[in-house]
């Protein structure tokens, strides 16, 4: 029921491949990565680029594992002298070089530093007689000031995978990532979820008084053993067309339940559908989300159906619908809410319990994030007049933050809190997530 289609890769769940966030924590590479940015000023936006040298491995079985230590110090000498120096440079594995400098003067993208690199790594290398040919897949994003670090690190080592299950020898751009075709995920799909690739992650919401985790977002994510993570925008379409939306909803729901039913600590917390408005009218959703609330023994207003404003049909049947929800004890948020004709439409529609603004833009450079915070202040005071709460999404810095905080919303979520996680976490994740609410937002911790 995950209909996240804006939302970039996240961790995957399962099988997956080693990422620098989950199996070998780059707190190095991050915290260098921080204090280059102090040196260099907020002004200037960092290019991070993730190397992987293909076939490592089999070079390695080949020179040996000193000879390999001299070809990673000749691999690294390499980088410097095509980078913008100062520039930070990390191993985040054997094969994979992390590397975080300014872009160079007069670009607008990291291609032209991307191609500089893959040229100067590609000439053999020659190491005590041995002869060594190596190729590299690049992944590539820009790391802004307002912007979360650790999730534009996720998203070039996203985007070096995506070039180095297709052979290698690339470069992939975190801003215009490698979609699978759509004839590959439609033969993939159908016997995805008997095969455990589909897992759910969560990501938190906490209240700015009282700093209390209140609810988290449910999110789907498929990691395919081939074609490695794919980002909801590419395989939620294939599985509506495939006719497959009732069902992987009916598996998330159930997935979700178990989990609800089985984590004490989270027990009075709410979970976050993410649904389009389609699916809201479906009389068979419906009718499935009642009956698997009532047979789990859940108490409905832990369920919220998150529902797009831009996928609310202005029709009178969405009232009767979202109304039936309602009376069954299932709230409804509407997201991506704004001061505009669509969300005040759908705000009389639907008639929800809570709104979702995005405040990932503000912050940015120029009159545009002046004017994007006026039209969200305006559409928190608009929400709340309806009598919805509101919740600020994509909160990732603290001027973002204190805007939202100064607006009167009730909640925030984003990176500043917590990246979303495996669901199966929640039992070990909760305590922590709850503590760093506490210090967050600035209630004393008396857990």
């Known amino acids: 029921m995950d209909f996240d289609a804006n939302d970039a890769p996240q961790h995957c769940v399962g099988g997956r491949e080693p990422s620098p966030f989950t199996d070998a924590q780059p707190g190095a590479f991050l915290a260098a990565l921080d204090e280059h940015r102090a040196q260099v000023g907020a002004a200037h936006p960092l290019a991070i680029l993730i190397i992987r ?6 070079a390695c079985d080949t020179i040996g594992s000193r000879r390999a230590s001299i070809l990673r110090a000749q691999v690294k000498s390499r980088v410097a002298g095509v ?14 070089l992390g590397i975080a400098c300014l872009l160079p003067e007069g670009a607008d993208g ?4 991307s191609l500089g690199i893959a040229s100067a790594l590609a000439p053999p290398y020659v190491i005590d007689g041995f002869e060594v040919f190596l190729s590299c897949s690049i992944g590539a994003a820009i790391d802004r000031p307002e912007s979360a670090t650790e ?22 751009n975190a801003s215009q990532p490698v979609s699978p075709r759509l004839t590959t995920l439609l033969a993939a799909l159908p016997d995805a979820v008997s095969r455990g690739e589909f897992g759910l992650q969560l990501q ?8 209390e985790v209140v609810a988290y977002t449910v999110r789907l994510r498929w990691h395919h053993p081939v074609l490695g993570r794919i980002a909801p925008q590419d395989f939620l379409p294939a599985i509506e067309s495939l006719g497959m939306m009732l069902d992987v909803s009916r598996w998330l729901v159930q997935q979700l339940l178990q989990l609800m039913r ?15 408005g389609p699916l809201l009218q479906a009389d068979d959703t419906i009718f499935m989300l009642r009956r698997a609330v009532e047979a789990a023994g859940i108490r409905p207003a832990r369920l919220c159906v998150e529902v797009p404003v831009g996928s609310v049909v202005d029709a009178p049947e969405t009232t009767q619908k979202a109304a039936r929800l309602h009376e069954a004890g299932i709230q409804i948020a509407l997201a991506d809410f704004g001061n505009d004709p669509a969300s005040r439409r759908a705000l009389a529609l639907v008639t929800p319990d809570a709104v979702m603004l995005d405040a990932r833009h503000l912050g940015s450079a120029g009159g545009a994030a002046a004017n994007a915070a006026s039209a969200l202040q305006a559409a928190c005071k608009l ?9 600020a999404r994509g909160v990732e810095t603290w001027a973002q933050l204190e805007a939202v905080r100064s607006w009167g919303c009730d909640g925030m979520q984003g990176y ?25 937002l600035g209630t004393a911790d008396t857990a």
Not at 110 to 113: D, I, R
Not at 383 to 391: P, R
Request: proline share 5%.
């Open 83 to 96: 980078g913008v120096m100062p520039a930070v440079m990390h191993w985040l594995g054997p094969a994979d």
């Open 151 to 172: 999730r534009n690190l996720q998203q070039a080592f996203d985007a070096m995978l995506q070039i180095n299950r297709r052979g290698g020898d690339g470069i992939g």
């Open 110 to 113: 990291t291609s032209e530093l």
């Open 204 to 211: 938190p919401r906490a209240l700015l008084r009282t700093a």
């Open 262 to 276: 089985e984590t004490d600590v989270a027990a009075n917390v709410q979970f976050n559908l993410l649904a389009a």
């Open 416 to 440: 500043l809190l917590a990246q979303p996680f495996p669901a199966h976490w929640l039992a070990q994740t909760h305590a922590a997530v709850a503590a760093r609410a506490r210090m967050l």
């Open 53 to 58: 040298l293909d076939r490592f491995q089999h």
């Open 383 to 391: 929400a709340k007049s309806h009598g919805a709460a509101v919740y």
